[in-house]
């Protein structure tokens, strides 16, 4: 017999709590106590570390500090993100074998393509993008990720109902030169929200009712609404939020912000001059962030954000084929820029 | 060199299969711990990895590190209670050498067992683990590595 799955919104909390809720569902999951449950979530303003991140190296912790900002860290992957009371959280919580077979990026996709489905009844066009995000025409309108532990899965995204960039570029460490207006513009370049796309802020219900819909339609769930969430999930919540206020939790990556410096290169090609912005891992090499920029022009115009998502976590020897295959696979027209270029401003910006 | 479905399973290693771990006892009594090509696989390219820090006590079957891909966070779990002695700085530093070298410099940690003897029981190694990986796959609905 099909399960049933409980839908429930637990309402506007503060992060500890909406995160040692995630932990004591995914506990109870794990020991067979829960059936199947569809979340949604509220989050009084904070800045959301994924698990492995540091917080002195993604976050203004002093603006963060000042302005009454919770930090708190997910138990799911991926980077880091301010949440506040406009933004609508959404996640699914099961046992793994209640979701198609596959791989983490099959299975990404899979949960994603029932999101977009259910986003695209608010009559925008968004369509998957990997590895996890939601895009509407280039621009980044939910992200998501997840944690896989033993037989139990938690998978969570974001929906930006409504976006302060200024506020979140004050908060997050992004790769620009200067807080000022071209660097809003260039955020506002990659991320959207549905009243961007809209051109009025829907309202909660209607987006929880498409999210819904989604989910009905690309699984076939059968999925009911419920006042709460079950009594077993709130019996081990005081153990998980002690968990979650511990120093310990939110210290679990404590690297130092030096080893996350700001990188930037300048090229001048035949195609136009091209500017790497980078967040460059120095203990890794890696590339964590990175914006290009630049008078150079470019086919399709989401070729560059495209790019940018493929080099995000891209180990520096790798970067090569990483540009390579973007060329290849993206049909792009760069008028004058090569994929070398773009290799060599960003060798030049971690030199 | 064992090989189910095209993934690598050396037969003279350890293994937890349900969670998807090798396991190998080292001449000091120490073992070392990994996750097998079957993991990797299924999880991607790992881009982080925060393993237990050295003198933790780790219960069997619970998170001896965590390692992210594509944005999943995954717990390693331990197949035998015990305290770690090593963490693996190259990993740290490259985590993508779990899936370039699984069962070698891609190790995840290193750990003093508490009851070797007991925990050991639980474990299978040779055909037995080709026999119950083959039936996970299937179980999994896994094509291959």
């Known amino acids: 017999m099909q399960k049933v799955w409980t839908v429930v919104d637990t309402g506007l909390r503060p992060a500890d709590e909406n995160i040692a809720i995630d932990q004591a569902i995914l506990r109870t999951t794990g020991e067979g106590l829960t059936g199947p449950v569809f979340r949604f979530l509220h989050f009084q303003e904070c800045a959301l570390l994924g698990y492995h991140q540091s917080a002195a190296q993604e976050l203004d912790l002093d603006f963060c500090r000042e302005q009454g900002i919770e930090v708190q860290r997910r138990m799911t992957g991926g980077g880091a993100i301010i949440f506040d009371p406009t933004h609508l959280g959404w996640e699914i919580v099961c046992p793994r074998d209640l979701l198609p077979a596959g791989d983490m990026t099959r299975l990404s996709e899979e949960i994603c393509e029932a999101a977009v489905l259910g986003l695209s009844a608010l009559g925008v066009r968004a369509q998957f993008r990997p590895r996890n995000d939601i895009e509407v025409e280039g621009r980044k309108l939910s992200g998501t990720g997840g944690i896989l532990d033993g037989k139990a899965l938690l998978f969570q995204g974001t929906v930006l109902v409504e976006l302060d960039i200024p506020r979140m570029l004050r908060v997050l460490r992004v790769p620009a030169e200067k807080l000022d207006a071209h660097a809003i513009a260039s955020v506002a370049e990659r991320v959207t929200s549905l009243r961007t796309l809209l051109g009025k802020t829907p309202a909660v219900e209607e987006v929880q009712s498409a999210l819904l819909s989604g989910f009905r339609e690309h699984f076939g769930w059968r999925m009911d609404w419920s006042a709460s969430l079950p009594d077993a999930v709130w019996d081990r919540f005081p153990e998980a939020l002690k968990t979650i206020r511990s120093a310990e939790w939110l210290g679990v990556q404590d690297r130092p912000r030096e080893e996350l410096p700001f990188r930037q290169a300048v090229l001048r090609t035949p195609g136009g001059t091209l500017r790497a912005n980078i967040l460059w891992d120095t203990f890794g090499k890696r590339i964590k962030q990175l914006h290009f920029s630049g008078d150079y022009f470019i086919q399709p115009r989401r070729a560059v954000v495209d790019l940018e998502a493929a080099l995000r976590n891209a180990h520096i020897q790798d970067v090569d084929g990483v540009v390579q295959a973007w060329f290849e696979r993206g049909q792009i027209d760069a008028f004058g820029l090569e994929p070398c270029h773009f290799v060599q401003v960003l060798r030049q910006a971690v030199a | ?145």
Do not use: H
């Open chain 2, 1 to 145: 060199m064992g090989t189910v479905r095209g993934c690598e399973i050396p037969e003279d290693l350890m293994y937890n299969v349900d969670n998807n771990v090798w396991l190998r006892r080292e001449d000091d009594g120490s073992v070392t711990i990994g996750m097998t090509s079957y993991a990797c696989a299924l999880a991607g390219q790992i881009v982080s990895y925060t393993p237990k820090g050295v003198g933790k006590d780790i219960k069997k079957d619970k998170s001896a590190a965590t390692v992210e891909s594509g944005k999943w966070v995954g717990p390693l779990k331990s197949p035998v209670s015990g305290s770690v002695v090593a963490t693996n700085e190259e990993v740290a530093k490259e985590p993508g050498l779990i899936n370039k070298d699984p069962y070698g410099s891609g190790w995840v940690a290193r750990l003093n067992p508490a009851d070797y003897a007991a925990d050991a029981t639980e474990l299978k190694t040779g055909g037995d683990a080709l026999a119950a990986f083959e039936e996970k796959m299937n179980t999994d609905g896994f094509g291959g590595c």
